[in-house]
């Protein structure tokens, strides 16, 4: 099994505007160790939307912060929707419309989190990690704050697509820190970026385009402090669905500690059966 650097990207965004066939699957769990469950996650097929945030453990009410973050992203793209209107976004012309789209529905998360901290003293302070994916046609849009991960999964490697924005991320970056150093820090759970800490916050986007047979996987966390990459990418690969991949997933951070929330969003790019295999489904694998 491969694993790539998050900082080598896919083939450069080429959209076909043709509709990809999607199998999805979403899976979250406590853990073994937290009581409550801080993580929130939105999965769409007909807007082909995916949202995943994870609430800032020890804050101040961080359920009610991941739950806002994935509310007003996907309020955003209902099709009643009022054109979103962010104080800090302005068009970005390296991206399309729908990644721009996706980087003002964040901005305003961060913008409603931010507000109703500062209202309410009893969730002063409250904050969130979000990662979200959109897909139109064969292209993929994709934001991030916060250490909340996106992966893609294509021809048996798997690829990193986020970069996290935590104190041991950077310094990492810099060369102060060692994978293995950081994977024992005591420091890894301190985000230098996150919705709701700030009026304002800096969300990193990205697009490509995606081809059947590639695998998206939405993840907090949980996953990835107790799951290694090579065991997520045999997980992702040997699964034979997305449901039976996101729970595997889920069952083996458990398995291996289950010290955070676990969230994980699946979806997988299949080619739509033709009109051959939808009348003769059993002869379908011997047509060329």
């Known amino acids: ?153 294509r021809a048996d490697t798997l690829q990193q697509l986020t970069s996290d924005h935590s104190l041991v991320a950077e310094q990492i970056r810099q060369g102060l820190m060692t994978h293995q150093q950081a994977a024992v820090s005591e420091l890894q759970s301190v985000l230098t970026r996150a919705l709701g800490m700030e009026e304002s916050v800096e969300v990193d986007a990205d697009e490509m385009e995606l081809f059947p047979g590639d695998s998206l996987l939405l993840c907090s966390d949980g996953l990835t402090r107790m799951v290694n990459e090579y065991e997520i990418a045999g997980i992702l690969s040997q699964a034979p669905d997305v449901r039976i991949a996101a729970e595997r997933l889920v069952q083996r951070a458990n398995e291996c500690g289950g010290h955070d929330n676990i969230t994980v969003v699946v979806v997988r790019i299949s080619k739509p059966k033709g009109w051959l295999a939808r009348f003769f489904p059993w002869g379908s694998a011997n047509l060329a």
């Open 1 to 153: 099994m491969a694993l790539t650097s998050s900082l080598s990207r896919p083939s450069a965004f080429q959209a076909n505007a043709k509709p990809m066939h999607l199998e999805v699957a979403a899976c979250t769990d406590n853990g073994r160790v937290r009581p409550t469950n801080e993580d929130s996650y939105h999965v769409s097929r007909e807007k082909k939307l995916f949202v995943l945030s994870d609430g800032m453990g020890g804050a101040a009410k961080g359920e009610v912060a991941s739950a806002m973050a994935v509310e007003v992203v996907s309020a955003c793209f209902q099709e009643d929707a009022l054109p979103t209107i962010s104080q800090e976004s302005a068009p970005n012309s390296e991206f399309s419309e729908e990644t721009n789209r996706l980087i003002d529905a964040i901005h305003m998360a961060n913008e409603q989190i931010h507000e109703e901290g500062t209202r309410d003293p009893a969730s002063h302070g409250m904050g969130a990690t979000i990662v979200a994916a959109r897909i139109n046609g064969s292209g993929l849009s994709l934001a991030h704050v916060g250490d909340s991960r996106a992966y893609l999964l």
